[in-house]
């Protein structure tokens, strides 16, 4: 009997080391570990996916692009048939090199015109002094002391209203050949505008034709390829997915987490689906917004009965350094971020 207690107390003593000495391991462990970092199991890989869509309708013609094949910025996705846009294209230039001879002859009608109107105006001089030289002789005729002819005098008078009246006749020229310019100038004008319409139209045209080509708009993978050669789609349909070779992590931090959070903060990340492999990164950016707030019919807390939910912020976490283009790491992959906040 007296053997057993001290025995008791000996194993008592032991388990209740062992117990203290497992408290302060926890307690080392959620002091160098746990202490100042923040976590979260609702966060996934994300990346910037286009929708590949045509600005015209058409019938497709070729698709040099396979499901999940890498592509390059540039690289042709699908190509629609382009005959209707060529022949416009082509019916544009001709429509233009008729006008261009128009605008010829409209130059050449402006030039005639200049031409007849210096020419009406040496016209008008000459006139005017052939006017002048036929009154200053009719006057010499009448002032004259020398004895002259009534049918002589007649004469110079019937010469200065011949020279009148050719004067009055070269002015109206003037006035008509300024008319015909006036007009030829602005056909001329008109000209000038419709070949710059006919520009404007063959721009349009070429950029019709360029829609009948679509190229990918970023480095990236094809995916979720729903056109097949032949078929006709309208404009603005999806015809597949280029999921960007650019990747990040988007965490759904709640609230309460984001008190010390701050950008540039190291983030180590577990992949789920490589969890022996984790990575390091950094905080980008918080958004200025909870996700509710984007919802289709958000949350309108001032009317009925208030029940507090705790929101969630999305957190953008970069890869440090970033990840290689050929990484098996696609947007919807889970992962958990764990944010050193110390």
Not at 10 to 39: H, K, N, P, Q
């Amino acid at each position: 009997m007296n053997s057993e207690g001290p025995l008791r107390k000996r194993v008592f003593s032991i388990y209740f080391l062992i117990l203290m000495l497992g408290l302060v391991v926890l307690l080392a462990w959620w002091w160098f570990d746990w202490r100042g970092v923040e976590r979260t199991d609702d966060a996934f890989i994300d990346g910037h996916i286009a929708q590949v869509s045509p600005q015209l309708a058409g019938r497709v013609l070729s698709i040099p692009v396979q499901d999940n094949q890498r592509v390059k910025r540039g690289d042709v996705l699908l190509v629609l048939d382009s005959r209707d846009e060529q022949i416009a294209l082509q019916k544009a230039f001709a429509t233009r090199q008729v006008d261009e001879a128009s605008l010829a002859q409209a130059k050449a009608s402006v030039s005639a015109g200049q031409a007849t109107l210096e020419q009406n105006l040496a016209n008008v001089q000459l006139a005017e002094a052939n006017l002048l030289r036929d009154r200053k002789e009719h006057q010499r005729y009448r002032n004259s002391g020398q004895a002259v002819t009534a049918s002589d005098l007649d004469s110079k008078a019937a010469s200065e209203k011949v020279s009148a009246a050719s004067l009055l006749a070269a002015q109206k020229n003037v006035d008509y050949s300024r008319a015909e310019l006036l007009k030829s100038q602005a056909s001329l004008a008109g000209a000038q505008a419709t070949l710059q319409q006919d520009e404007t139209a063959i721009e349009q045209a070429k950029l019709q034709l360029s829609y009948t080509r679509l190229y990918a708009p970023f480095d990236g993978y094809v995916t979720r390829r729903d056109a097949e050669v032949g078929d006709y789609i309208a404009a603005g349909s999806t015809l597949m997915r280029l999921v960007s070779t650019e990747r990040w992590v988007t965490a759904n931090f709640k609230e309460i987490q984001l008190r010390h959070m701050r950008p540039g903060q190291k983030v180590t990340v577990d992949i789920d689906a490589f969890p022996d492999n984790p990575l390091s990164a950094r905080i980008d950016s918080m958004q200025r917004a909870t996700g509710s707030v984007f919802n289709l019919l958000p949350a309108e807390n001032a009317t009925g009965n208030y029940v507090k939910v705790v929101q969630r912020i999305p957190v953008k976490i970069v890869f440090d350094p970033p990840l290689d283009a050929d990484s098996p790491l696609s947007p919807g992959m889970s992962v958990m971020p764990e944010v050193d906040v110390r």
